[in-house]
């Protein structure tokens, strides 16, 4: 099999040989003179494209090589940016019958090949045979039919119309002048990117080093240099094909801004980020480019004990000894916090040192898109030395239309730490409530959850009991 990949790779070297001679001009990744590329966070990328071109008055054929693999042909917009009434796209075609040893293989099936045996003295002998299907591969030599062959196979001739990379095809109706310079719009998958946050954690979880990331994944097909990059952090609604076409040439109309340093701007109702300097996005690539950063944000330690609706609703007894207690890091994402720019959705990973210096992983957790002012929690983990227990001590019914009923709980909370700590309570229960007693102060946190803070001594235990009537 590796000796019929090489005979046919060496007749696509013909291929290419004999395109290079037909009078069809090839712009090509050498013609190009700008490209600037806005990526969305949902595998979709906006590739703006802008090369010379030489063509001749009247209508011509021209290939436009080097696109993107994973191109949307049906959102492809072109202008002349030197003549932009003169320059017109009358046809085009998207090719991506690329060169392939299959490829080549198919398009030589009923017709005549050699196929080449070498024998341990390097002689060779040469054998006509037609080939009859792909999958074997099936010759016919004279009256016999032979299933594979020891030996290469080599292609008389090259077949026309393939092409070594992903092509866009036009018929150019030209009016103008003899040079112009051509900006191509196209949406692509394959391009997308996401935003990683890395928290570096104080001694006293009182203040952390944050740096943001982003990580931008090029797996398209298709490469570009000294790129204009700008990453758009927002859902767009992408339903019907129409729509997707209709944004590209719409965004054909917008030139692109000069970025002379790293800026965020909102854009419709969106965010988008601009990097400071061209960079070159190799395909087949993941690269990561610096955010932000900001030094000694303010946190807020929490712990945290969430219930269940479930717990409300129905006889329930003993809910579990020895439950996790979460332990949450809060921020708000304002200028006092150093921070105060709009933070797109991603991982955040916690760090802290140990004793030696070294820093430690101590909690990973995702954030949506947040805006400027937001408010922030992370979910670190579970607390390794506070835990609880609960347990649904009574519950009785008072009506069946509609559904109502006192439920009583007991929650005890352990603290075997050497310091003393605040747990904060939260039970979601639904439907219409009302506190009818509790042993600590009841908050409403919203229409739908009760809140307590329980102080928890070191080395000690607080118990909650409260006792809640409730409408479904």
Do not use: C
């Amino acid at each position: 099999m590796r000796a019929l990949s090489t005979s046919i790779a060496i007749a696509a070297l013909g291929v290419a040989a004999v395109a290079g001679a037909e009078a069809v001009p090839v712009i090509g990744r050498d013609a190009r003179t700008a490209v600037a590329v806005t990526v969305y966070n949902e595998d979709l990328a906006l590739v703006k494209d802008t090369r010379e071109l030489a063509v001749a008055p009247g209508e011509q054929v021209v290939r436009f090589e080097d696109v993107a693999a994973k191109i949307e042909p049906r959102a492809v917009a072109v202008r002349s940016l030197t003549e932009p009434e003169k320059l017109t796209v009358v046809e085009q075609h998207y090719v991506f019958d690329l060169v392939s040893p299959e490829k080549l293989m198919e398009k030589y099936v009923g017709r005549e090949v050699e196929l080449i045996e070498t024998d341990p003295k390097l002689r060779a002998r040469v054998t006509k045979a037609v080939l009859l299907a792909t999958n074997g591969p099936v010759y016919r030599i004279g009256d016999r039919i032979a299933v594979g062959h020891p030996g290469r196979v080599v292609l008389p001739e090259p077949p026309a119309e393939l092409y070594a990379r992903p092509t866009l095809l036009w018929r150019l109706a030209n009016s103008g002048a003899a040079k112009h310079r051509l900006e191509v719009s196209y949406l692509t998958g394959g391009l997308g990117w996401t935003a990683d946050y890395v928290f570096v954690v104080d001694p006293d979880d009182r203040h952390a080093d944050v740096t943001g990331w982003v990580t931008l994944t090029n797996a398209s097909g298709a490469r570009y240099d000294d790129a204009t990059l700008k990453l758009v952090a927002g859902t767009l609604n992408r339903v019907r094909v129409r729509d997707r076409v209709a944004f590209a040439r719409e965004a054909l109309a917008a030139r692109p801004a000069a970025a002379p340093k790293f800026e965020e701007e909102a854009f419709f109702e969106y965010h988008l980020y601009t990097l400071d300097r061209p960079t070159t996005l190799a395909d087949d690539e993941t690269k990561q480019m610096r955010l932000l950063g900001a030094s000694r944000v303010p946190l807020t330690k929490r712990f945290m004990v969430v219930g269940r609706p479930a717990f409300f609703r129905s006889r329930q007894g003993d809910l579990g000894r020895e439950l996790p207690v979460s332990v949450y890091l809060e921020f708000r994402n304002d200028a006092a916090s150093r921070l105060g720019m709009p933070l797109p959705a991603g991982t955040v990973r916690l760090y802290k040192e140990d004793r030696s210096g070294a820093q430690q992983l101590v909690g990973e957790d995702a954030i949506q898109h947040t805006p400027k002012d937001g408010e922030v929690r992370l979910r670190a983990g579970e607390a390794f030395d506070v835990v609880a227990s609960r347990a649904q001590t009574d519950y009785r019914e008072i009506d069946l239309k509609p559904y109502r009923a006192e439920v009583a709980f007991r929650l005890a909370v352990r603290n075997h730490k050497p310091a003393p700590v605040q747990v904060d309570v939260r039970e979601p229960i639904g439907g219409e409530w009302t506190v009818v007693e509790s042993s600590h102060p009841a908050k409403k946190i919203d229409a739908g959850t009760i809140g307590f803070e329980l102080p928890v001594p070191k080395d000690g235990e607080t118990v909650l009991t409260y006792r809640v009537r409730v409408a479904f």
